[in-house]
């Protein structure tokens, strides 16, 4: 069942960076620019933790995560703060 949680978290995320990013190429909205950025971060973080909980379970991958996920969201709140037309 995780396995699948897993996966499925990761696929949405990834998804959710196609769209975000297909929308930016057709409107040029700079905030849809830095949330596909942060959503594909997302989307690399949940592929890291199916990696690290299924296919390799000695590896410990716990400081990549969290990193991953911490740049995302920075990525994502320099957009919405610092990046103002």
Same mark, same amino acid.
């Given at each position: #069942?995780?396995?699948?949680?897993? &996966?499925? @978290? %990761? &696929? !949405?995320? %990834?998804? @959710?960076?196609?769209? &975000? #990013?297909?929308?930016?190429?057709?409107?040029?909205?700079?905030? $849809?620019? +830095?949330?596909?950025?942060?959503?594909?971060?997302?989307? @690399?973080?949940? *592929? &890291?933790a199916f990696t690290d909980f299924v296919v390799l379970p000695n590896?410990? #991958? +716990?400081?990549?995560?969290? %990193? $991953? !996920? !911490?740049?995302?969201? %920075? *990525? $994502? $709140?320099?957009?919405?703060? +610092?990046?103002?037309?």
């Amino acid at each position: #069942m995780a396995t699948g949680v897993y &996966l499925l @978290c %990761a &696929l !949405t995320s %990834a998804l @959710c960076a196609g769209l &975000l #990013m297909r929308e930016y190429r057709r409107s040029r909205a700079r905030l $849809l620019l +830095w949330s596909s950025i942060s959503f594909f971060g997302f989307a @690399c973080s949940n *592929a &890291l933790a199916f990696t690290d909980f299924v296919v390799l379970p000695n590896v410990e #991958m +716990w400081q990549i995560r969290p %990193a $991953l !996920t !911490t740049l995302s969201i %920075a *990525a $994502l $709140l320099y957009g919405l703060v +610092w990046d103002v037309d």
